[in-house]
C-alpha cells in the first residue's frame, strides 16, 4: 500500500515537500516514482529512483530537471518529492508508484508501474 501525502495550495516560487509511505514491502527492493496528471491531460512522469540494488539512482524529465529532487529513507520506508521554485504549470495532482518487478532502465511509462498511491493534490497560484 502507497500513502502520498504533503499536497496544497502554494505560490509561484515556493518550495513543496510530498512523501510517500509505503507499507507491506521493503522499500529498498523496489524502484519507485512520481508521477503527476493536471485536470483534462494525461498523466505525466516526474521522477524515479532506482532501488537500492541498483545504487538509488534518479531520473527526471527536462520538465522537472534542477527543481525536483526524489530521495528514498529505507529506514523510513518512505519516498519524498522535494520541489522547488513551483510553477503554475506543476498544478497536478502528484501519485507515487512502484514497479514490483525487477526491470532494467528509467521507467517512464505509466504502465511500468504496478501499484499507485492516491494522489496528492498541488495547486500553484501566482
Known amino acids: 500500500q502507497l500513502q502520498a501525502s504533503g499536497g496544497g495550495p502554494v505560490q509561484t516560487g515556493d518550495s513543496l515537500r510530498l512523501s510517500c509511505a509505503v507499507s507491506?514491502?521493503?522499500?529498498?527492493?523496489?524502484?519507485m516514482g512520481w508521477f503527476r496528471q493536471a485536470p483534462g491531460k494525461d498523466r505525466e512522469f516526474v521522477a524515479q529512483i532506482r532501488r537500492s540494488g541498483s545504487g538509488s539512482g534518479t531520473y527526471y524529465p527536462d520538465s522537472v530537471k534542477g527543481r525536483f529532487t526524489i530521495s528514498r529513507d529505507n529506514a523510513k520506508n518512505t519516498v519524498y518529492l522535494q520541489m522547488n521554485s513551483l510553477k503554475l504549470e506543476d498544478t497536478a495532482l502528484y501519485y507515487c508508484?512502484?514497479?514490483?518487478?525487477?526491470?532494467?532502465?528509467?521507467?517512464?511509462?505509466?504502465?511500468?508501474?504496478?501499484?499507485w498511491g492516491q494522489g496528492t493534490k498541488v495547486t500553484v497560484s501566482s
Open positions: 507491506g514491502r521493503t522499500l529498498r527492493n523496489y524502484d
Open positions: 508508484a512502484l514497479v514490483s518487478r525487477h526491470l532494467a532502465g528509467w521507467m517512464t511509462r505509466a504502465g511500468d508501474y504496478d501499484y
